[in-house]
């Protein structure tokens, strides 16, 4: 069973950047679509970006579009978010999730397309 582990949160200040990493202490992730969500106090978790099972897909939320980048490393098992020009509205609990609801190609974004989730890690961006 994969099962996602979060690491890298914390505090940063706003125009900093940050890398949250995701590791799998089960089953490996790549064969898996994988993707990232947050939930910020008193919001529903939204989905932040995600990369497909292959590999050769991303996708965004308009709001981190340019700012964030997504990618894996299947010799690590590991998804990376490398987040650049924070701001205060990208504090939030940040989850990695992984499920073959994309299929191979596409890229997952709706939260009932991913099947293993991690438990989260804070990230908090000081104006």
């Known amino acids: 069973q994969v099962q996602p582990v979060e690491s890298g949160g914390g505090l940063v200040q706003a125009g900093g950047s940050l890398t949250l990493s995701c590791a799998s202490s089960?089953?490996?992730?790549?064969?898996?679509?994988l993707g990232w969500f947050r939930q910020a106090p008193g919001k529903v978790r939204e989905f932040v970006a995600g990369i497909s099972w292959i590999g050769r897909s991303t996708n965004y939320a308009d709001s981190v579009k340019g700012r964030f980048t997504i990618s894996k490393d299947n010799a690590k098992n590991t998804l990376y978010l490398q987040m650049n020009s924070r701001k205060a509205e990208d504090t939030a609990v940040y989850y990695c999730?992984?499920?073959?609801?994309?299929?191979?190609?596409?890229?997952?974004?709706?939260?009932?397309?991913?099947?293993?989730w991690g438990p989260g890690t804070q990230v908090t961006v000081s104006s």
């Open positions: 999730a992984a499920g073959r609801g994309g299929g191979i190609a596409a890229v997952a974004t709706n939260q009932s397309q991913y099947d293993y």
């Open positions: 089960g089953r490996t992730f790549n064969n898996y679509g």
